[in-house]
């Protein structure tokens, strides 16, 4: 995808910035002295930091790990990146094989937030900082910062796009006075993620009001979050749990499905071909397919919005988050602590861990060109395809 090579050639300068700009408690003061070494060993000392990520099915993981892997290098770190397949035990085996290499720093998204304990513990006694990626790690005192999104707000915007959708709230996001009563169904994400928690709650703290005045309604009666999760984001694990919805409430009744809250594009795509091919709803949301909501801006979803089928997802930059793990990453290798705009909410059962939060927006057909392709995150002939080129 070509934003990657836009990364490789940008990250590092984009750190140089970030890093120029800080002082005190950031990332050090100059380009020169992040490439001294600083206490912890730094880019002159050469040194590798592993990276692991959870799996190569979905293309923003890809794109997550190359764009770290870029800004490292250029920042002069060698990098160890790992993909773990979804797989937990191939996940911690890999971290144990960094640690053992002597990696600098760990940046790990994880598939299970709560399966780590044991090889970050072993980092910790290395003298290893570990940066959560994206994916709070649970259950342990032994992670030092955590890089992500203000994850509650992607699960409120992922909810006013439903509400926008289906015509009760505007465009800017105001009561239209339409009482419905719509239809809806709920989805989440995968219940060993914690951020997929932090999702479906800031998604229900907008649409319960609505669920208890009657203008949504929830014919499955399927609104638990243990209920609603779908393991691992799978795509063919939603696509299975929508046809069972339609075939047990909605198929061969007078009920119609309006809308749909899906966490992720995956998910959403599997959503769209239960609701094409077992609903037998149209293609197109102008001629009756419900307002199916998303996440991540993916390109094959971003072309479905802009064709009128999916309506909208949330854009997650993770251009910008791999840039805030490489500063931070930097940062502990100087020995200095990074930067925090948050050290009250994320709570990983064992301790409050400091992190930096990023914004996210709303993707809809209007805006893909002044959110998606303006910004180089994918181009025109990209989102008309619907590939990565």
């Given at each position: ?287 009756g397919m419900p307002i199916v ?14 064709d009128g089928t999916q309506f ?78």
């Amino acid at each position: 995808m070509k934003f990657r090579k836009f990364l490789a050639a940008g990250a590092g300068a984009a750190v140089a910035i970030s890093l120029a700009a800080c002082s005190g408690g950031g990332a050090g003061s100059s380009t020169e002295e992040s490439a001294s070494g600083g206490a912890g060993g730094g880019a002159a000392e050469g040194g590798t930091v592993g990276v692991a990520m959870p799996t190569e099915t979905s293309e923003r993981w890809i794109a997550d790990g190359d764009a770290v892997k870029a800004g490292l290098e250029e920042a002069g770190f060698e990098v160890d990146l790992q993909y773990a397949a979804d797989d937990i035990p191939t996940q911690q085996q890999q971290i144990d094989n960094m640690i053992t290499n002597g990696v600098k720093a760990l940046i790990v998204a994880s598939i299970d937030g709560t399966t780590l304990s044991g090889q970050l513990e072993a980092a910790a006694a290395a003298g290893i900082p570990i940066i959560a990626y994206d994916r709070l790690i649970n259950e342990t005192e032994n992670v030092d910062f955590y890089v992500s999104f203000d994850n509650f707000e992607v699960g409120v915007q992922q909810a006013t796009s439903l509400l926008v959708g289906l015509g009760v709230l505007d465009a800017e996001g105001n009561e239209t006075g339409d009482e419905g009563p719509y239809n809806i169904e709920l989805f989440a994400g995968s219940p060993d993620d914690n951020n997929a928690g932090f999702f479906f709650n800031g998604a229900m703290s907008v649409l319960q009001p609505y669920l208890d005045s009657g203008v949504l309604v929830v014919p499955s009666g399927q609104t638990d979050f243990d209920t609603v999760a779908t393991l691992r984001w799978l795509q063919e694990t939603a696509q299975k749990r929508m046809e069972d919805i339609l075939t047990s409430t909605y198929v061969g009744t007078d009920k119609k499905v309006d809308g749909v809250l899906s966490p992720y594009d995956g998910l959403s795509r599997g959503i769209l071909t239960a609701l094409e091919q077992t609903g037998g709803y149209p293609v197109a949301i102008a001629d009756g397919m419900p307002i199916v909501t998303g996440q991540d801006a993916e390109i094959a979803s971003v072309k479905l919005i802009a064709d009128g089928t999916q309506f909208a997802t949330i854009f997650k930059d993770t251009r910008k988050l791999a840039d805030q793990s490489v500063t931070a990453a930097i940062s502990y290798l100087n020995g200095e602590e990074p930067e925090a705009n948050n050290t009250t909410d994320y709570d990983n059962g064992v301790k409050v861990v400091p992190s930096y939060l990023l914004e996210s927006d709303i993707v809809y057909a209007d805006n893909i060109q002044s959110l998606l392709v303006d910004s180089g995150y994918w181009t025109e002939e990209e989102v008309a395809s619907g590939q990565a080129s």
